[in-house]
């Protein structure tokens, strides 16, 4: 006769408490859980067989994954809580772009090898999708574009061109320990700027020059150059004449002025207006104080 099924016996108040208690003790403030990284799934039976490829491939993904182990293994001691992932997100980064080179720029894997290894997870295929579109080609993480994890809605700090930040906001993100994913600054680098790579003292200095490097110079940024949307307006105040051609006249040189251009000629040609214009209020009082004095004369 087979044996009666054991009785369902729920853990302990205990058990779960002392769980909590090792996650604690790990550096998770107030027994949070860590972070779950995209590990590569467990080969069974039922696993699908690698194509061809995969020997030439598996030494660098083993390694791979003994360096996510260590990077989760890792002591917390001395971090803040959101340091204790940043080795992981990089990890899963480098893994990543391995072998998204190894299939679109190197062509060293086929297509086959290259959708096995993203079914069985060695490589994060939403971030790839991303890498595929301009602007995106060195994105360091999907968390950097996620704006539900910010508290105004925004992206990462990486993601704002370094030549656009000011002096001294060269840290790294809080989230990913990202400093700079953006496409001119990665790309000249091989990759994003981590917290701990090598980089010039003065990142911002840096980026405002060009990016130079070593093997090439600085990248010279396109000049300012004349609004579209100015122009469109004062095309159309233009069409409709009377009085919105005055409107049209200073979207005009506004948009010259932008670009730089005919800013001497107009302020020899309209010194006149010029002068005519200081005298007058900008809340238009003076003509109202006109038309009272016409008509006390008439």
Same mark, same amino acid.
């Given at each position: 006769?087979?044996?009666?099924?054991?009785?369902?016996?729920?853990?302990?108040?205990?058990?779960?408490?002392?769980?909590?208690?090792?996650?604690?003790?790990?550096?998770?403030?107030?027994?949070?859980?860590?972070?779950?990284?995209?590990?590569?799934?467990?080969?069974?039976?039922?696993?699908?067989?690698?194509?061809?490829?995969?020997?030439?491939?598996?030494?660098?993904?083993?390694?791979?994954?003994?360096?996510?182990?260590?990077?989760?293994?890792?002591?917390?001691?001395?971090?803040?809580?959101?340091?204790?992932?940043?080795?992981?997100?990089?990890?899963?980064?480098?893994?990543?772009?391995?072998?998204?080179?190894?299939?679109? @720029?190197?062509?060293?894997?086929? #297509? =086959?090898?290259?959708?096995?290894?993203? !079914? &069985?997870?060695? +490589?994060? $295929?939403?971030?790839?999708?991303?890498?595929?579109?301009?602007?995106?080609?060195?994105?360091?993480?999907?968390?950097?574009?996620?704006?539900?994890?910010?508290?105004?809605?925004?992206?990462?700090?990486?993601?704002?061109?370094?030549?656009?930040?000011?002096?001294?906001?060269?840290?790294?993100?809080?989230?990913?320990?990202?400093?700079?994913?953006?496409?001119?600054?990665?790309?000249?680098?091989?990759?994003?700027?981590?917290?701990?790579?090598?980089?010039?003292?003065?990142?911002?200095?840096?980026?405002?020059?060009?990016?130079?490097?070593?093997? @090439?110079?600085?990248?010279?940024? #396109? =000049?300012?150059?004349?609004?579209?949307? !100015? &122009?469109?307006? +004062?095309? $159309?105040?233009?069409?409709?004449?009377?009085?919105?051609?005055?409107?049209?006249?200073?979207?005009?040189?506004?948009?010259?002025?932008?670009?730089?251009?005919?800013?001497?000629?107009?302020?020899?040609?309209?010194?006149?207006?010029?002068?005519?214009?200081?005298?007058?209020?900008?809340?238009?009082?003076?003509?109202?104080?006109?038309?009272?004095?016409?008509?006390?004369?008439?």
């Amino acid at each position: 006769l087979a044996a009666p099924p054991l009785p369902y016996r729920p853990r302990s108040r205990a058990a779960s408490s002392r769980e909590g208690s090792v996650w604690r003790s790990r550096g998770h403030s107030l027994g949070r859980q860590p972070p779950l990284a995209a590990m590569p799934r467990i080969r069974t039976l039922n696993t699908k067989k690698a194509p061809e490829g995969w020997e030439d491939v598996a030494p660098q993904l083993e390694e791979f994954h003994q360096q996510m182990r260590d990077a989760v293994n890792e002591p917390h001691e001395g971090k803040r809580r959101n340091e204790a992932t940043w080795g992981i997100t990089r990890i899963h980064y480098e893994r990543s772009r391995y072998i998204y080179e190894l299939y679109y @720029k190197k062509k060293a894997i086929s #297509k =086959a090898l290259y959708d096995w290894l993203l !079914l &069985e997870k060695h +490589a994060d $295929a939403s971030l790839i999708a991303k890498w595929k579109k301009p602007g995106f080609e060195f994105l360091c993480s999907l968390q950097a574009i996620d704006k539900r994890n910010s508290n105004f809605g925004t992206t990462a700090i990486c993601r704002v061109p370094l030549h656009l930040r000011k002096p001294g906001s060269t840290g790294p993100s809080v989230s990913t320990g990202c400093i700079s994913c953006a496409s001119q600054e990665a790309g000249r680098l091989g990759g994003p700027i981590w917290w701990d790579s090598p980089r010039p003292a003065d990142l911002v200095g840096w980026a405002k020059a060009g990016c130079p490097t070593a093997d @090439k110079p600085g990248k010279k940024r #396109k =000049a300012v150059e004349e609004d579209d949307e !100015l &122009e469109a307006r +004062a095309a $159309a105040l233009r069409r409709v004449g009377g009085a919105d051609s005055k409107e049209a006249a200073q979207l005009q040189a506004l948009g010259q002025a932008l670009k730089g251009e005919g800013g001497g000629a107009k302020a020899q040609g309209g010194g006149e207006d010029a002068a005519a214009d200081s005298d007058a209020d900008i809340t238009g009082d003076e003509k109202e104080d006109d038309d009272e004095e016409a008509g006390k004369g008439d």
